[in-house]
């Protein structure tokens, strides 16, 4: 299989590459792609770094150069339900753009309710951008499938219940609609995980644990597929 990992640091996965005793290669022309090879999988592991914009244009550069049986990513997120502890693992079937708009009086118009964004266009599905793939489903069906939002502004206590009202998420990331997007329009097979670092419903953080299960997982979906 050929595999792309995406991750937003190398150094957030620097356990789960120990316990597999890969180093992977960097790329000459694309720095922030490295290859390796673990079991039969050749795999590819980009480093997106922090933010939308740097997901997105490295993510373009890298599906450019070739497709991937699967593309992963796994990152560090925040739940907005009580239910999804420190550690939970999130499966965002359904991702949504959660802070790009306008606050107009105390009414929050995003940019779907500006007709800036029509629900119905290409890639989006239902109103949303769904991950329509089911290849590898016994290795994915143990998380939950939930619909998490990207945001600008992260970790926000005070933003969040207007979050989870508006567009009944689960959890929001810093970055995913930059793979998401891509991985629709380019018709490339995707999976976007989510460790949850923190619960802005109980205000549980742990950074460490949620890591931790980062690392595990990346081993054992690896194994897996």
């Known amino acids: 299989m050929k595999l792309l990992l995406c991750v937003r640091s190398l150094n957030d996965i620097q356990t789960a590459l120990e316990q597999m005793k890969v180093q992977p290669e960097q790329d000459k022309s694309l720095p922030f792609l490295y290859s390796t090879r673990i079991l039969p999988h050749e795999v590819d592991i980009v480093e997106t770094g922090a933010g939308i914009f740097q997901t997105t244009y490295k993510m373009t550069k890298v599906l450019q150069r070739q497709r991937y049986h699967l593309a992963l990513k796994i990152t560090l997120g925040n739940a907005y339900k009580e239910a999804h502890a420190a550690g939970t693992v999130l499966n965002i079937l359904n991702e949504k753009p959660g802070d790009y708009g306008t606050l107009e009086g105390e009414e929050w118009r995003d940019y779907y309710d500006l007709e800036l964004l029509d629900r119905e266009a290409l890639p989006q599905v ?22 998490g939002i990207s945001v600008n502004h992260f970790a926000d206590k005070h933003l969040y219940p207007i979050r989870l009202e508006k567009y009944k998420a689960d959890c929001e990331t810093a ?25 802005l419903a109980t205000g549980e953080e742990n950074r460490a644990k949620a890591l931790e299960v980062l690392n595990l997982n990346v081993v054992e979906l690896i194994k897996k597929l």
Request: charged share 15%.
């Open 175 to 199: 970055d995913g609609l930059g793979f998401s997007y891509l991985c629709l329009y380019e018709k490339q097979t995707y999976y976007h995980l989510c460790v949850v670092e923190r619960n």
């Open 126 to 147: 239902r109103g949303g951008f769904v991950n329509l793939t089911n290849a590898y489903m016994n290795v994915f069906a143990p998380f939950k499938k939930v619909v």
